[in-house]
């Protein structure tokens, strides 16, 4: 099948095709700008205030489901035969207010009302999931909402209250789910999507075999799955990503599955997509994931994006490293297999040549002789940038350190081990006193930097205790007892 030069979804209630769509071109701007959908509010530009929201349905093995995104860095090219819900949505035929809406008034939820739209998205989001959710599960679910009025509690009884004014089910994104997704499957049409002309270029894959030969051809185009790191590129810094190629639409990189004891997590999968098999499986991941960003983030951002992008305090490389994970690359149909360590040259450089892209990341899950644990420290429990991220699997028998893999992120240039440590330990007996000898050994293993997170003062010291915390609660001295997996 030829190209198609128009993207296709649902907006609201109505169908939309659009042929003039800018590579860069923000969902928020398409909303705000051409659809004058004014519910849909600017805060931060950034992804962390939450008053953009809105959700976005998504069809997946031909099950369809909502998310909160941040329209603000969601990208209009990325939504092709996807349903976008805005707040104006939620308007009933008589002009009565939505559930979610009137709990909001009557449990005084909102005050200046700026924030007000996007808490009732993402509360929306939640209640079409569980009709009766707990309080952690609302607290999840609001952590990427930042009000500066209420102090949260009015918003908090208010989302406890929704289905005393009506029912999930009988919603009309419950009810006419299967004619949207009819919809929705009339436009996916295995077309690859060209809009565009020059640099000025956006293109969707219609497969992976399909991106595999774009990049080929195109080595210098911006990739983009989620758009979490890549939305601040425009938005902040007004960098010119043009030629983009979207590939947050492509079954084929959305797989996660478990096999002989490895987990395997396409490119495509989201946070949110990896959480339930990951904190089943390594528990320690999932509460990590539960910090990474707020719930419109992890809705969008993905595992692989987060190894591409190499940052040196991206949260998930340190304890994938330190679990002995492998990452697939490819490069048209030549696939290559290396420890993921070794993928992080230095900073902003990663082994990936020109058309390769980062294609699966294999975990191994720990078996019941390993101490898996993964601690992150940042200035704000949530939706916070890590200052320091240490990992620690090690294998302890009859009292001695059998094996040790330790990784950190923030401490250098690219997510590293600690590898002086690890030979410090090795062969050890696992004691108070054996830790404390080794912590010399960091300054052979880091010289971090000071920058607006943490000192590097504080990022050694910071990292030197996560040693300290390990041995506690391994041995059952600390707070906690460390059997198989922790994160905090």
């Not at 043009?242 to 989201?270: K, M, Y």
Request: proline fraction near 4%.
């Amino acid at each position: 099948m030829g190209a198609r030069g128009e993207i296709r979804f649902l907006l609201n209630g109505a169908p939309v095709a659009l042929g003039n769509v800018r590579p860069d071109e923000t969902l928020l701007d398409y909303l705000r700008l051409r659809q004058r959908l004014t519910g849909t509010k600017e805060g931060c530009a950034e992804g962390d205030c939450g008053a953009c929201t809105v959700l976005v349905g998504r069809l997946r093995n031909g099950a369809l489901s909502y998310e909160s995104v941040n329209a603000c860095i969601r990208f209009l090219g990325s939504l092709d035969a996807c349903h976008v819900v805005t707040v104006e949505h939620l308007k009933r035929a008589d002009g009565s207010l939505h559930p979610v809406q009137q709990a909001m008034v009557d449990y005084h939820g909102s005050q200046c009302g700026f924030c007000t739209p996007g808490f009732v998205m993402s509360l929306y989001a939640l209640w079409m999931r569980e009709a009766q959710p707990s309080d952690r599960a609302i607290e999840k679910a609001l952590q990427g909402n930042l009000c500066r009025c209420t102090g949260y509690e009015p918003i908090v009884r208010a989302a406890r209250a929704v289905s005393d004014y009506g029912n999930a089910a009988s919603d009309p994104l419950a009810t006419e789910r299967a004619a949207v997704i009819a919809a929705l499957q009339g436009m996916k049409d295995g077309a690859r999507v060209e809009i565009g002309s020059g640099r000025e270029r956006l293109l969707i894959p219609a497969d992976v075999d399909d991106f595999a030969a774009i990049l080929e051809a195109e080595p210098e185009a911006t990739i983009v799955a989620g758009a979490t790191d890549v939305g601040l590129w425009v938005t902040k810094f007004m960098r010119d990503i043009a030629p983009v190629v979207f590939i947050g639409g492509l079954d084929g990189l959305q797989e996660i599955r478990e096999q002989d004891g490895v987990i395997s997590i396409g490119a495509g999968v989201s946070y949110t997509g990896a959480f339930e098999l990951l904190a089943k499986r390594i528990p320690a991941l999932g509460a990590l994931i539960d910090r990474i960003g707020g719930e419109q983030v992890r809705n969008m951002g993905t595992i692989g994006g987060n190894i591409a992008n190499g940052s040196p305090i991206g949260d998930t490389p340190p304890p994938l490293i330190a679990l002995g994970a492998t990452l697939t690359l490819r490069r048209g149909s030549a696939r290559r297999t290396i420890p993921l360590e070794d993928f992080f040259i230095d900073y902003g450089k990663q082994d990936r040549v020109p058309g390769e892209f980062v294609e699966a990341v294999h975990v191994p899950v720990p078996d019941a002789a390993s101490r898996f644990a993964v601690w992150k420290i940042s200035k704000r429990r949530d939706e916070d940038i890590t200052a320091v991220l240490g990992a620690f699997d090690l294998r302890i028998a009859d009292g001695r350190v059998e094996a040790a893999r330790i990784a950190y992120g923030g401490m250098a240039a690219t997510p590293k081990r600690a590898k002086s440590v690890e030979a410090a330990l090795t062969g050890k007996a696992w004691t108070q006193e054996t830790v404390e000898a080794a912590l010399s050994a960091y300054d052979d293993d880091f010289q971090p930097i000071s920058d607006m997170r943490a000192s590097a003062d504080y990022r050694m010291m910071a990292a030197k205790n996560l040693l300290r915390r390990y041995f506690l609660e391994s041995t059952g001295a600390g707070a906690v007892n460390l059997s198989r997996h922790e994160a905090a």
